[in-house]
């Protein structure tokens, strides 16, 4: 038997793969899997009530990080399986099984083989049937997600960890070439859309969230400061090498032209854990020399980066660049990343002569304000 999945399904498969796996895996791109001829032993419903693969299709599964080899792969009960499938004919006839029909002409490789009798959506394709179901705040993420270092969970995408340093699945450009090629489809316009306001290597969701507020049309709930820059290298000039710390500098966001940018310090950027950890050692057993001494290590490396930190703003400051730190606070308290934006607002005024008369009436909406954090809480993951 042969199976291909797509939309909701096959992000779940994707984000398995790139959250199971700790090296580059090859994408093998591949048409649409021909059904299998006997669809009635695809899959069954077990005594729980859970859809239940066969061992072929579980054994595909576990090998590209999702799945349980020896029981098979059983779908929650309520979950959807999202199938592809090429003919109305070929359409399977199961509570819980959403089918989509691709009978018009599409792309070639518009699926990856991610097993021998399992294939998905690819990410191009994938950007495309979410953009016929989910709000253009989370198509915007889908985007980023897709294009950048990180993955959410597969299982817990709104709550659980996400990975980060794993190889983007695909490239702004990429998604925007497949969804000219493949207008016919629907979801293709809204697709191109969304790619506006998506850009390439968000290393992190919470870049990913910053920056889909800054661009998203202020209609959208966003405070429409257009294009940015995710990650883009600074290296230092000759002139500034004998006083710089570090021979480049990476500022997490830039707004494009403006020479005005943030960088995100999360929760864990400087490690006070660490140091309440050695201080409650160190009471435990005083007299005790690696208890000192672990003491002292975690307050020098807390604050060798938060030195760190200063030289960073410094030296991209001394390249002309105007750089907001921006703290796990600010985007849960209610107006924090209103207030921050305000003061980057007043930098790209002073730095350009262009007034940014609809960014501050928008700030200066209560009501949208309220909205606004809204949106990014919820685009948050565990927000």
């Excluded at 021998?116 to 889908?142: D, G, K, Q, T, Y």
């Excluded at 930098?347 to 928008?362: C, F, S, Y």
């Amino acid at each position: 038997m042969q199976l291909t999945l797509c939309g909701q399904s096959a992000l779940r498969q994707i984000r398995a793969i790139r959250y199971t796996c700790s090296s580059p895996t090859k994408i093998v791109r591949c048409d649409l899997l021909d059904p299998d001829p006997f669809p009635r032993k695809r899959w069954n419903w077990n005594l729980m009530g859970q859809l239940e693969f066969p061992a072929a299709i579980s054994c595909d599964m576990a090998s590209s990080g999702l799945g349980d080899m020896e029981t098979g792969e059983r779908m929650p009960s309520g979950m959807l399986l999202n199938v592809a499938v090429p003919r109305k004919a070929d359409r399977v006839r199961l509570e819980g099984v959403r089918n989509t029909i691709y009978s018009t002409a599409m792309p070639r490789g518009a699926f990856i083989q991610v097993g021998h009798r399992l294939a998905v959506s690819s990410p191009e394709l994938l950007f495309i049937e979410l953009a016929r179901e989910l709000p253009l705040p989370e198509l915007v993420m889908v985007g980023f997600e897709c294009c950048g270092g990180f993955s959410l969970d597969p299982e817990s995408p709104g709550c659980g960890n996400a990975k980060m340093n794993v190889p983007s699945q695909s490239r702004v450009a990429r998604l925007m070439r497949f969804a000219c090629s493949a207008s016919r489809i629907r979801g293709a316009r809204r697709a191109l859309r969304a790619l506006k306001f998506v850009v390439d290597d968000a290393w992190s969701p919470m870049e990913a969230v910053i920056a889909t507020m800054l661009m998203l049309p202020i209609e959208e709930g966003g405070y429409g400061l257009g294009p940015c820059e995710l990650n883009r290298r600074f290296e230092t000039p000759d002139a500034l090498r004998a006083a710089a710390a570090r021979s480049s500098r990476v500022p997490d966001i830039l707004i494009s032209g403006s020479g005005v940018g943030f960088n995100y310090d999360g929760e864990y950027h400087l490690d006070l854990n660490s140091i309440v950890a050695a201080v409650h050692g160190f009471d435990a057993n005083p007299e005790s020399s690696s208890a000192k001494n672990e003491l002292r290590l975690s307050l020098s490396r807390v604050r060798r980066k938060a030195i760190d930190d200063m030289r960073r703003n410094r030296e991209l400051a001394a390249q002309g660049l105007v750089v907001f730190p921006l703290t796990k606070e600010d985007m849960y308290r209610s107006g924090g990343l209103d207030a921050v934006v305000s003061q980057a607002a007043s930098a790209i005024e002073a730095r350009t002569g262009k007034r940014l008369v609809a960014q501050r009436e928008a700030l200066a909406d209560s009501s949208a304000a309220q909205q606004r954090q809204e949106l990014i809480r919820s685009l948050i993951p565990g927000g």
